[in-house]
């Protein structure tokens, strides 16, 4: 039989694209925004996530969608927080995917839910490659982690709509040049906007919580039709 | 609210555990990692295609990384051979282009690869870019009998 050369041409993630869009297309129909936060781990998402659930929780009907390679310890922790929550466990795979969201919106009652938060896998590299069909996508980086990321890891900021720098109540103990990361990010990510937070103390999470209340809460009124 | 969310909770996190875990660690054992999925894909994509012109065999796999996408051939590799077993693929050998980070300045447009992880433009030293090339991730061809 003859050897022939097929022209293919086709993006490895382009399945994952497809069910991002689906997902994307299924929260909708029940006017549910969507929110996938990434980090390196242990740079303090589950504690920013505890701490805007605390905030808006009263406001807005909120659920958690929790990625991990396993244990359900962030989890456990959400729960307590009375809010709906998903654990996915994914033994050992580095990042969620949009298959894996699937699953999870299977789970949750879409039409009690105005906003999904799902906390990403710990990882900089390829939770920014697949979509999810979140509406915003935030990062955190924090300041033990230092200023040098954005040059390591280019893609996770080009794709973060909010860069949140995390930990800053430990800054006078390492060397991390505010001002040059946020040059190198916003080089990047031009509209890329910035906050300086410590989840811990509760530091500059004013302006984290007003970009919210605007992109998040504000949005679910939009799609709700109550705006 | 809270009753509710609670009993959901419950449900919901011990359904998804199950079925994500039991599904993967079937597939490929505990080796889980980047190009799990990616790898998955890949096949998939290349046997559709194959498909397509009824090939009874896929030779070999050509394959476009940039350097961005975090893939590893030894690690590409390594699982293909466990996720293509009993298919068409079983025999099929990847090759790899791989595409180097190249950077658009946004202030005088020159196209550069940086070096050592710089982002500043070598031509005027602002630190103001696009990435255009380096994330790419796609079979070009296969070949198939």
Redo the contacts between chains.
Sequence with gaps: ????????????????DENAKANRERIDQHHVVMINVMSSPGAGKTTLITQTINKFKEKI?MAVVEGDVAS?ID?DRI?KL??????????????L?AN?IR??LD???LG?IDVIIIENVGNL??TA??ALGAHKKVMLLSVPEGD?K???Y??MF?EAEVVLVSKIDVKPYFDFDEAAFS??V???N?SGKIFPVSAKTGEGLDAWFAWFEDAIVGKTEVVQGRK | ??S???A??G???N???G???RR??SQIG?????E???VA??L???LK??AK?K??KI?RIC?VVGD???VEEEAVNFYFGFVSRNTIAAEANISYTHVP?ELRC?KCEMIFRPEK???HCPNCQ????D?VAG?E?????????
């Design positions: 039989m003859s050897v022939k050369v097929l022209t293919v041409k086709e993006d490895i993630l382009s399945v994952n009907r359900t989890a729960s009375g809010i709906p929550v998903v654990q996915i466990n994914t033994a050992g795979t580095c990042h995917d894996m699953g999870a789970t949750l009652a009690e590299i390829c490659e697949f040098d954005p040059h390591k280019p893609l080009t040059k190198a916003n080089g990047l031009p | 609210m809270a509710g969310a609670g959901r909770f449900a919901a996190r359904a998804p555990h079925a994500f875990a993967r660690r505990w080796f889980s990692m980047h799990q999925s990616i894909s890949l998939s994509t290349a295609n194959a012109e090939a009874s030779l394959l961005l996408s975090g980070v946004r992880y710089d982002l602002e630190q103001q870019v990435i994330r991730l796609y079979i070009d061809t296969i070949e198939v009998e």
